[in-house]
């Protein structure tokens, strides 16, 4: 039984694998695997755990009575042992002391391992992890503050083991973090893994979609792919250990994610899972996560990873310490939050202090000023007292002075002219920021169309490799046919060779006796041995009409003379034609008819029986030319087939070139198109925080000027304040 072939492997569906593995006996070669108990359902057939592209099963090892994982894959993967040769070669080189926790499952990559239908398939053989997913854990265990917490601190020394050793698991997740019975993790699902081989490569999938940032694409493949998820993760696992009831309030029983999901990383305003995160009191899980919602546009290769790797010398007590110590230590002025967090949560910022703070050091102008009020409304009260009631003006008049002069030196203070410069620097400054609800509202629109183009050409992408595969499949199958018609109407021509021959020899001798025949008859001359009642009159008669000997007639034919009432003959000529020669009459016509055939009897009677050998080889050699002749156009539309195959792979390779390269060009657009998003995002985020403290400034500012009221000028004037 040969393995599937073709450009692209069409393979087995989970319930095809589950019907073979009933007969491991049959389905298996490997020595550990052939015999092996599949779990079962309660209806008594393999149990699978399904996923985007394969089916896994559980089967205990009837040799060696170890249990294993089996991944069976129903879809292809580009390259697929070639990946993981190279994640096995790099895992397996990994040093135990080297990790934090024993997270790294074994594995082998098994071509051609199991037999389903007509074909034989890879399977992975993975150790099987007695552990729990990461969210049935937490169903068990979020009420246990420290637990949680120290699990987070050993998810953070998880990653860092993985940035050590440059590698990138590609779908970090509450289903591929498994918990043993210790509380260390156990990493499974290596499909995805970056490791540095495959630098140049693309990515085979895109990971959970409620783990992942909205900037992921196709061609994101590098050390950066796991940053996003492990920034989500452990928001999730420090707000579980700070706040055991989030977990039933935002998450959902059997959901697919923790505490956030796909919708709270594209849409953080709508959301009300992250807004309670955000408004959440303690100061870390608010503080953690802004910055998952500022991460959240920012293409993957500018993301800050969960912690910096150590050195590969570090031992696994010494990582541990550290995560402990990270997760412990407060840095001060940051509100409590841990140390090794300073640098990737941007500090509250305050309002810009702009203008000045009220009136400060008087100077001889306000000295005069202060001197002067009092002057000028001693000189008022006097006019009036000296009747000069009767005009308001002239009574006035002092006040007014002294008015003036209090606004002169006002106005000549430095703290009005800073007050009015700083605000209107401000004002202008505010005035040339790009408005930011447009401009997040604009933002929003340019990633809804590039999100709605990138699904419908990513979609595409697939549909036009599959539809070239499907020509390439139609083409084969009508090459084939025509070879099927072609051969078959040129076998049918060889088997009819024996009958040809046959038929050849037979007519081969019935020329022959039939020549034989004639030539006896051309020797008989009728005028030597004239047949009874022909004399030599007649004879000469007869020559003369062209009947010499027994071969030039071949019989009679009787007429009706109606002119003399009697019957007559005519002889027919061994060309068909009909004669009269005057004498023969009906009787000596029979005469000369009963000689011919007397003679025809004597010869064939005397005639071969048989071809000579010579005669019959020549027959024969003829027909085997034909049987040659159709056995090089059997051969020759063989030739032709494969011609025709040959076309229709180099067309549909070609087209597949095509696409992978107009893919990859449009990937690369695409990439870059994200990055300038996260640019623009973070442009938005920065313009936003600067339009608010610019803003809170100007009121600011504003609440300073009345500050410098005349009021509270002339409050200054007298008790400096």
Same mark, same amino acid.
């Given at each position: 039984?040969?393995?599937?072939?073709?450009?692209?492997?069409?393979?087995?569906?989970?319930?095809?694998?589950?019907?073979?593995?009933?007969?491991?006996?049959?389905?298996?070669?490997?020595?550990?695997?052939?015999?092996?108990?599949?779990?079962?359902?309660?209806?008594?057939?393999?149990?699978?755990?399904?996923?985007?592209?394969?089916?896994?099963?559980?089967?205990?090892?009837?040799?060696?009575?170890?249990?294993?994982?089996?991944?069976?894959?129903?879809?292809?993967?580009?390259?697929?042992?070639?990946?993981?040769?190279?994640?096995?070669?790099?895992?397996?080189?990994?040093?135990?002391?080297?990790?934090?926790?024993?997270?790294?499952?074994?594995?082998?990559?098994?071509?051609?391992?199991?037999?389903?239908?007509?074909?034989?398939?890879?399977?992975?053989?993975?150790?099987?992890?007695?552990?729990?997913?990461?969210?049935?854990?937490?169903?068990?265990?979020?009420?246990?503050?420290?637990?949680?917490?120290?699990?987070?601190?050993?998810?953070?020394?998880?990653?860092?083991?993985?940035?050590?050793?440059?590698?990138?698991?590609?779908?970090?997740?509450?289903?591929?973090?498994?918990?043993?019975?210790?509380?260390?993790?156990?990493?499974?699902?290596?499909?995805?893994?970056?490791?540095?081989?495959?630098?140049?490569?693309?990515?085979?999938?895109?990971?959970?979609?409620?783990?992942?940032?909205?900037?992921?694409?196709?061609?994101?493949?590098?050390?950066?792919?796991?940053?996003?998820?492990?920034?989500?993760?452990?928001?999730?696992?420090?707000?579980?250990?700070?706040?055991?009831?989030?977990?039933?309030?935002?998450?959902?029983?059997?959901?697919?994610?923790?505490?956030?999901?796909?919708?709270?990383?594209?849409?953080?305003?709508?959301?009300?899972?992250?807004?309670? *995160?955000?408004?959440? =009191? &303690?100061?870390?899980?608010?503080?953690?996560?802004?910055? +998952?919602? #500022?991460?959240? $546009?920012? !293409? /993957?290769?500018?993301?800050?990873?969960?912690?910096?790797?150590?050195?590969?010398?570090?031992?696994?007590?010494?990582?541990?310490?550290?995560?402990?110590?990270?997760?412990?230590?407060?840095?001060?002025?940051?509100?409590?939050?841990?140390?090794?967090?300073?640098?990737?949560?941007?500090?509250?910022?305050?309002? *810009?202090?702009?203008? =000045? &703070?009220?009136?400060?050091?008087?100077?001889?102008?306000? +000295?005069? #000023?202060?001197? $002067?009020? !009092? /002057?000028?409304?001693?000189?008022?009260?006097?006019?009036?007292?000296?009747?000069?009631?009767?005009?308001?003006?002239?009574?006035?008049?002092?006040?007014?002075?002294?008015?003036?002069?209090?606004?002169?030196?006002?106005?000549?203070?430095?703290?009005?002219?800073?007050?009015?410069?700083?605000?209107?620097?401000?004002?202008?400054?505010?005035?040339?920021?790009?408005?930011?609800?447009?401009?997040?509202?604009?933002?929003?629109?340019?990633?809804?169309?590039?999100?709605?183009?990138?699904?419908?050409?990513?979609?595409?992408?697939?549909?036009?490799?599959?539809?070239?595969?499907?020509?390439?499949?139609?083409?084969?199958?009508?090459?084939?046919?025509?070879?099927?018609?072609?051969?078959?109407?040129?076998?049918?021509?060889?088997?009819?060779?024996?009958?040809?021959?046959?038929?050849?020899?037979?007519?081969?001798?019935?020329?022959?006796?039939?020549?034989?025949?004639?030539?006896?008859?051309?020797?008989?001359?009728?005028?030597?041995?004239?047949?009874?009642?022909?004399?030599?009159?007649?004879?000469?008669?007869?020559?003369?009409?062209?009947?010499?000997?027994?071969?030039?007639?071949?019989?009679?034919?009787?007429?009706?003379?109606?002119?003399?009432?009697?019957?007559?003959?005519?002889?027919?000529?061994?060309?068909?034609?009909?004669?009269?020669?005057?004498?023969?009459?009906?009787?000596?016509?029979?005469?000369?008819?009963?000689?011919?055939?007397?003679?025809?009897?004597?010869?064939?009677?005397?005639?071969?029986?048989?071809?000579?050998?010579?005669?019959?080889?020549?027959?024969?050699?003829?027909?085997?030319?034909?049987?040659?002749?159709?056995?090089?156009?059997?051969?020759?539309?063989?030739?032709?087939?494969?011609?025709?195959?040959?076309?229709?792979?180099?067309?549909?390779?070609?087209?597949?070139?095509?696409?992978?390269?107009?893919?990859?060009?449009?990937?690369?657009?695409?990439?870059?198109?994200?990055?300038?998003?996260?640019?623009?995002?973070?442009?938005?985020?920065?313009?936003?925080?600067?339009?608010?403290?610019?803003?809170?400034?100007?009121?600011?500012?504003?609440?300073?000027?009345?500050?410098?009221?005349?009021?509270?000028?002339?409050?200054?004037?007298?008790?400096?304040?």
């Amino acid at each position: 039984m040969g393995s599937a072939t073709g450009p692209q492997r069409q393979f087995p569906s989970g319930a095809d694998y589950a019907e073979a593995l009933q007969h491991t006996q049959l389905c298996f070669q490997h020595p550990e695997l052939k015999d092996a108990r599949p779990e079962l359902t309660k209806l008594g057939l393999p149990r699978a755990i399904s996923g985007a592209f394969a089916s896994v099963f559980s089967l205990t090892s009837a040799s060696s009575g170890r249990r294993y994982a089996i991944k069976c894959f129903t879809r292809h993967v580009p390259d697929q042992e070639r990946r993981y040769q190279a994640i096995s070669s790099r895992l397996a080189r990994l040093d135990p002391a080297e990790l934090s926790q024993p997270w790294n499952l074994g594995f082998e990559y098994l071509p051609d391992a199991i037999s389903v239908g007509r074909g034989r398939y890879p399977v992975l053989k993975m150790e099987w992890a007695e552990a729990v997913t990461l969210s049935s854990w937490l169903d068990d265990n979020h009420a246990d503050r420290f637990a949680v917490d120290r699990l987070a601190d050993r998810f953070e020394a998880l990653t860092r083991d993985l940035a050590a050793h440059e590698i990138a698991h590609g779908d970090l997740q509450h289903g591929n973090l498994l918990v043993a019975s210790d509380g260390t993790l156990r990493l499974v699902d290596y499909d995805g893994m970056y490791v540095p081989a495959l630098a140049g490569m693309g990515g085979t999938e895109r990971g959970h979609r409620n783990y992942q940032s909205p900037l992921r694409g196709n061609d994101d493949f590098g050390l950066a792919l796991d940053r996003f998820s492990a920034w989500v993760i452990f928001l999730s696992l420090k707000a579980i250990a700070s706040d055991p009831a989030l977990w039933n309030r935002l998450h959902e029983p059997s959901g697919e994610f923790l505490l956030l999901t796909e919708e709270d990383f594209k849409n953080p305003s709508g959301s009300t899972r992250l807004q309670t *995160l955000l408004s959440h =009191p &303690d100061r870390m899980v608010s503080g953690l996560a802004d910055h +998952v919602r #500022s991460l959240a $546009f920012q !293409p /993957l290769d500018v993301l800050p990873p969960l912690a910096p790797a150590v050195p590969k010398q570090q031992t696994a007590a010494t990582t541990t310490s550290a995560a402990s110590a990270r997760g412990t230590a407060a840095t001060p002025g940051t509100g409590g939050l841990p140390g090794w967090m300073t640098g990737h949560i941007s500090p509250q910022a305050e309002p *810009l202090v702009t203008a =000045p &703070d009220g009136f400060h050091t008087r100077t001889p102008l306000d +000295v005069a #000023s202060a001197v $002067f009020w !009092p /002057l000028m409304l001693v000189a008022a009260a006097l006019m009036v007292v000296a009747g000069f009631s009767a005009s308001l003006i002239g009574s006035c008049a002092p006040v007014l002075a002294a008015v003036a002069l209090t606004a002169f030196a006002r106005s000549r203070r430095p703290e009005r002219t800073q007050s009015r410069a700083s605000l209107a620097k401000l004002t202008n400054e505010l005035a040339q920021l790009d408005d930011p609800v447009k401009a997040a509202e604009k933002l929003r629109k340019d990633r809804a169309k590039f999100d709605a183009a990138e699904a419908k050409r990513t979609a595409a992408y697939p549909r036009a490799r599959d539809k070239l595969t499907a020509q390439y499949h139609a083409e084969l199958k009508k090459a084939e046919k025509r070879k099927v018609r072609k051969q078959h109407d040129i076998d049918k021509k060889i088997d009819g060779l024996s009958e040809e021959l046959r038929k050849a020899l037979s007519k081969a001798l019935t020329d022959k006796q039939s020549a034989y025949v004639r030539d006896q008859l051309g020797r008989r001359l009728i005028a030597q041995s004239p047949p009874h009642g022909i004399g030599p009159k007649l004879a000469a008669r007869l020559a003369a009409a062209g009947i010499r000997t027994a071969a030039d007639f071949t019989g009679y034919r009787p007429v009706q003379n109606t002119h003399y009432n009697s019957t007559g003959a005519v002889l027919v000529l061994s060309s068909g034609r009909a004669i009269d020669v005057h004498g023969i009459g009906e009787a000596k016509a029979i005469a000369l008819d009963a000689w011919r055939k007397n003679l025809v009897a004597s010869a064939e009677a005397r005639q071969p029986t048989a071809l000579s050998a010579s005669e019959r080889q020549s027959i024969e050699q003829g027909i085997a030319r034909r049987e040659a002749q159709l056995t090089a156009q059997r051969k020759a539309v063989e030739s032709e087939t494969d011609a025709l195959r040959a076309k229709a792979q180099k067309q549909m390779e070609d087209g597949q070139e095509r696409l992978t390269r107009e893919n990859t060009l449009a990937s690369v657009q695409a990439r870059q198109q994200r990055q300038e998003f996260g640019r623009r995002t973070v442009a938005l985020q920065q313009n936003s925080a600067l339009h608010g403290t610019l803003s809170a400034s100007i009121e600011a500012a504003k609440l300073r000027q009345r500050g410098l009221s005349f009021a509270c000028y002339l409050r200054f004037l007298y008790i400096s304040r």
